[in-house]
C-alpha cells in the first residue's frame, strides 16, 4: 500500500483530478461530441456496456458475499466445531533465492503462528542451502520452547523448482500421517502470516466439500512508488474478485503466497504428482509441462474433484514484493507473462469441466479469462480508428470518458481498501491494455515459461532448424491475423468499412 502520507492518495489530490477532467471535457467544442450518438459511440457504448455490467456484476456479488454471505458461513463455522477438538496443522514454507531479512520476518511469523495455534503444529521447512536450515533452526531454538507444541522438519532439495520444493514437502507431510481433518497451509518464502492465522481457518473445513481456502493479501514492495501503487491497485482489485468469486464457493486460484488445504488432500498421490509434474497437450506445441503455475495446478486439482475452495476477506496476509527490474514496464511484462501464462495454460481444460460440473458462473468466469483479451481491446481499437478516419476530436472525447470511467472504478475500490490514489485511472487502464496485450502475446506462445526470482525458463524441444524456423512463422502469422481480425471488425462496427457478400 502506498504510505498513507502519499499526496496522490489526499482528499485535495482527487478534487485537481475531478477539475482537471472537467476542465478539459468542458473545453471541447460541440462537434466533438458528435461522435457519441455516431457508429463509433455505439460500438465502444455496447462494448463498454458489457466489460462494465460483468465489472459491476463481481462488485455487486463482492459487497454481498462481505457483508452478509460471508459472516453467516462464519457463524456457521465457529458453531460447528465448538464442541470438537481443534485438528493439528501443517506449515509447509518454500524458501529460494529469498534475501535473508525476509526470511527471517517470513519464518518469525510462522513460528508465532504455530505457538497461537489451537492443536500440535508442525512447520515443514523445504529449502535449498545450508545456510538458510541453520538460519531458520537459531529463530526456531530462540523462539520455542521445549514444551511448545511445535515441530520442525526440514526438506532439502537441490534447487530443482518451486514444484520440486513442493512436492518433497507434500510427501514429508504425508510420512507424518496427519489425520485427515488435519490442515496443511502452504506458505510462499516471502508471505507473512498472522499470529491467529489456524484459528481463523480451520472451522470452515467442518465441511467435507472443502478442499481449501485462500485469503485477502496485500504487498510491501521495495521498489519505485508507482511500483508500490501498481501492487496497492492489484491486491484491492484482487480482493473484490476473489469475494464475487467466494460467494460461489469455488474462487478461481489458490494462490501460492498463502493457501490451505485439507491434509488429506495434500498427501493424495495424484495430487502431489499433478503439482510436481503437471502438463498439457497442446494442438502446436505438443505436450510441454508447466514450469511455473503450481498454484493453478493444485486449483485444478481440486475443481476436477469437486471440491469447493473458500475465500476469507477477513484474513490478510503481507507479500514482500521485489520487482524483477528496476523498469516498471519490464517488470510489468515478466509478470505478466508469467501470471497469464499461467491463467491461460489452465483454463482451457477448466473450461471442459462444463458449468453443470463447475457451476454456471464459475465456468463463465473462467471463459471471461479467455474472451475480456479481446474484448478489452475493442475500445481502443475503435478509438484509434475513428480519430483517423472519421473525427479528430475522437481520441480526446475517449480520453474523457476513460479518465471519468476508470476514476468512478476507483472510488468503487473504496469497499475493499481505505484509500485510494489518483494514479489507479491511470494504472487501471495499463492494466487494461497493456496486459491484453501481453494476454494476446502469450495465447500464441504458451510453450514459453520463465520465473522471475529463479531466472530458470523451460528447456524447448530440440528439433531442425527449418522445423523451428517453421513453427516461429507460424506463430507470427496466427497472432497477426488475430489482430487484423479484431481491427477488421472494430473498423466494420464503427462503419468505416463494409464486409460485401
Not at 515478466?334 to 471442459?352: D, I, K, Q, S
Request: contains cysteine; charged residues 20%; glycine residues 6%.
Amino acid at each position: 500500500m502506498a504510505s498513507a502520507g502519499d499526496f496522490s492518495e489526499r482528499p485535495v489530490a482527487h478534487l485537481l483530478f475531478i477539475l482537471g477532467v472537467a476542465v478539459l471535457a468542458t473545453s471541447l467544442p460541440k462537434q466533438a461530441y458528435a461522435i457519441i450518438d455516431s457508429k463509433t459511440g455505439l460500438a465502444i457504448g455496447l462494448i463498454g456496456a458489457w466489460r462494465y455490467g460483468w465489472g459491476l456484476l463481481h462488485f455487486g456479488r463482492s459487497v454481498l458475499y462481505r457483508s452478509f454471505a460471508f459472516p453467516r458461513m462464519k457463524r456457521r463455522a465457529a458453531r460447528a466445531v465448538a464442541d470438537r477438538p481443534p485438528p493439528p496443522a501443517y506449515f509447509l514454507v518454500t524458501s529460494f533465492r529469498i534475501p535473508t531479512a525476509t526470511t527471517v520476518e517470513v519464518y518469525r511469523a510462522a513460528i508465532r503462528a504455530a505457538l497461537a495455534a489451537p492443536a500440535r503444529t508442525t512447520i515443514v521447512a523445504s529449502i535449498v542451502e545450508m545456510s538458510d536450515q541453520r538460519l531458520i533452526r537459531r529463530l526456531f531454538d530462540a523462539m520455542v520452547k521445549p514444551g511448545d507444541a511445535v515441530d520442525l522438519v526440514f526438506v532439502r532439495i537441490d534447487g530443482t523448482g518451486k514444484r520440486d520444493a513442493l512436492a518433497f514437502g507434500f510427501r514429508a507431510i504425508s510420512r507424518l500421517m496427519p489425520p485427515p481433518d488435519a490442515m496443511v497451509a502452504v506458505i510462499d518464502g516471502d508471505s507473512i502470516v498472522p499470529d491467529d492465522l489456524v484459528a481463523r481457518c480451520y472451522p470452515f473445513f467442518h465441511d467435507p466439500k472443502v478442499g481449501a481456502l485462500t485469503t485477502d493479501e496485500t504487498a510491501r514492495v521495495n521498489g519505485s512508488k508507482l511500483f508500490k501503487q501498481w501492487y496497492s491497485l492489484r491486491f484491492a482489485q484482487r480482493h473484490i474478485l476473489m469475494s464475487s468469486m467466494g460467494l460461489s464457493r469455488r474462487v478461481l486460484t489458490l494462490t501460492g503466497r498463502m493457501s490451505m488445504f485439507r491434509a488429506s488432500i495434500v498427501c493424495e498421490p495424484n495430487f502431489v504428482r499433478q503439482v510436481e509434474v503437471d502438463f498439457i497437450d497442446h494442438p502446436r506445441f505438443g505436450r510441454f509441462k508447466f514450469l511455473t503455475g503450481d498454484d493453478k495446478s493444485s486449483w485444478f486439482f481440486l475443481l476436477r474433484s469437486g471440491y469447493e475452495m473458500l475465500y476469507l476477506p477477513d484474513v490478510k496476509v503481507v507479500t514482500i514484493e521485489d520487482p524483477p527490474t528496476d523498469s516498471f514496464f519490464g517488470s510489468a511484462a515478466m509478470l505478466m507473462v508469467r501470471w497469464y501464462g499461467n491463467m491461460l495454460r489452465t483454463n482451457g481444460r477448466a473450461l471442459a469441466l462444463g458449468p453443470r460440473r463447475i457451476g454456471a458462473f464459475t465456468w463463465w468466469a473462467i471463459l471471461d479469462q479467455r474472451v475480456s483479451m479481446w474484448t478489452c481491446l475493442v475500445g481502443f481499437t475503435s478509438a484509434i480508428l475513428a480519430t483517423l478516419f472519421v473525427s479528430p476530436f475522437t481520441i480526446l472525447v475517449y480520453a474523457i470518458w476513460i479518465l471519468a470511467s476508470r476514476y468512478a472504478l476507483t472510488l468503487l475500490l473504496l469497499s475493499s481498501r481505505p484509500r485510494v490514489s489518483i494514479t489507479y485511472p491511470f494504472l487501471l487502464y495499463f492494466n487494461q491494455i497493456y496486459g491484453s496485450l501481453m494476454k494476446t502475446y502469450i495465447f500464441f506462445r504458451m510453450d514459453r515459461q520463465k520465473w522471475t526470482r529463479q531466472k530458470t525458463t523451460l528447456k524447448k524441444k530440440t528439433g531442425s532448424s527449418p522445423l523451428a524456423a517453421a513453427r516461429t512463422v507460424e506463430t507470427v502469422a496466427f497472432h497477426s491475423a488475430s489482430v487484423l481480425a479484431l481491427v477488421a471488425l472494430c473498423s466494420w462496427m464503427i462503419g468505416i468499412t463494409r464486409f460485401v457478400p
